[in-house]
């Protein structure tokens, strides 16, 4: 069998080096411009550049070198009817639940307040926030979702969490649908968003969805730049609405440098860093799944393109 492999930027070598030392029976190479195309039977890629499936044209499956495949669906060389499958956690979830413990905790137990307080020489105590009265949302109860949300619980958070489908998570509340989403934003102290980018998510966390919470509340975005209309999120942050927000992802990839959240006071920004992709244990994943394919055995984490995830 024949594999292509796509990295962005100056790994790429490496990443097929590693893939080829995995499947050893496959001849795997790197994409490359100036090749000849290489009739690939699977292509493993991360955001490749749309003359790859347009020089390729024998590819039987694709396997994402990530969780989130908004950019391979909008690929218009793709063809609709190649399977695509995506990255299962791969040592990304344990990442997000620890990036997203650290923000909750960060905000709850008032850290970034005494961070500024230290900065001032300032001994200022605070009246400290009840657990009890402090529910944490998790839009998205996937892979990152999932292990968000029991860490959370873990940490003793009241947990409420908000999906597609009904999602029975031991010490989580459930909410479900569009309609369950009002009612779980109005209980929700705190909430990370850990959904794809799709048709029905893109925009969701907008002005009427800050108004729903409580006043005051925290915006934690690990999902996608796009789930957020930004431009809400600021006049919410400036009414105090919403009163602080921590941000992993943007619309725009490096974070322009004149965008406003850069130097807002009430924001954190961290450069899509919450869950890194971890080379080995992706690659382990994606070998592993090429074999189940060829073999004719069911693969797990299928894309479903109409419901954009
Ligand atoms: P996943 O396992 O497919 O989970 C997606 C979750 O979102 C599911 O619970 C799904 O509901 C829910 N969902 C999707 N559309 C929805 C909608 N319209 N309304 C309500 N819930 C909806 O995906 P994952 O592996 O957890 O990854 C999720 C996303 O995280 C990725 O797509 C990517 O964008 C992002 N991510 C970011 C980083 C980073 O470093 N910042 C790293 C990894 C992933 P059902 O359970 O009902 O299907
Ligand atoms: C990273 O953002 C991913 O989708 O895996």
Redo the contacts with the bound molecule.
């Keep these: 069998m024949r594999v292509l492999l796509y990295f962005p930027g100056s790994a790429l070598q490496r990443w097929t080096s590693a893939l080829a030392a995995l499947l050893p029976e496959a001849e795997v190479r790197a994409w490359s411009a100036d090749a000849a195309p290489l009739d690939a039977d699977y292509v493993a890629a991360f955001r490749p550049p749309p003359e790859l499936f347009a020089r390729e044209n024998r590819v039987r499956a694709v396997f994402n070198l990530?969780?989130?495949?908004?950019a391979m669906l909008a690929l218009p060389t793709l063809e609709p009817s190649i399977p695509i499958y995506?990255?299962?956690?791969a040592g990304?979830?344990e990442?997000?639940a620890d990036y997203a413990s650290y923000a909750v905790l960060r905000w709850y137990r008032d850290f970034d307040v005494y961070a500024g307080q230290a900065a001032r020489s300032e001994w200022k105590q605070l009246k400290p926030r009840r657990k009890a009265d402090f529910a944490v949302g998790v839009?998205?109860?996937?892979?990152?979702?999932?292990a968000v949300a029991r860490r959370l619980v873990a940490l003793g958070f009241p947990v409420r969490g908000?999906?597609?489908?009904?999602?029975p998570l031991k010490g989580v509340s459930a909410f479900?649908?569009?309609d369950g989403?009002a009612p779980f934003l109005a209980g929700s102290s705190a909430i990370v968003a850990?959904?794809?980018?799709?048709a029905?998510?893109r925009g969701?966390l907008d002005r009427r969805a800050f108004a729903a919470m409580p006043a005051g509340s925290f915006v934690v975005n690990?999902?996608?730049g796009d789930l957020v209309v930004d431009t809400d999120l600021l006049e919410a942050l400036d009414s105090g609405q919403v009163a602080g927000a921590m941000l992993?992802?943007f619309a725009t990839e490096p974070l322009p440098a004149d965008h406003p959240f850069w130097h807002h006071p009430r924001v954190t920004v961290t450069p899509?860093?919450?869950?890194?992709?971890v080379r080995d244990a992706s690659l382990a994943q994606v070998a592993e799944k090429i074999r189940r394919f060829d073999r004719g055995e069911p693969v797990t984490g299928r894309v479903d393109r109409d419901?954009?995830?």
């Excluded at 995506?86 to 956690?89: A, F, G, K, S, V």
């Excluded at 850990?194 to 799709?198: K, N, R, S």
């Design positions: 990530a969780a989130g495949v908004e995506r990255l299962e956690d990304m979830a990442q997000m839009l998205g109860l996937g892979e990152m979702g999932g908000w999906s597609r489908t009904r999602h479900a649908g569009p989403l850990t959904l794809p980018l799709t029905e998510t969701i690990v999902g996608r992993d992802v899509h860093v919450s869950a890194v992709t419901r954009g995830y």
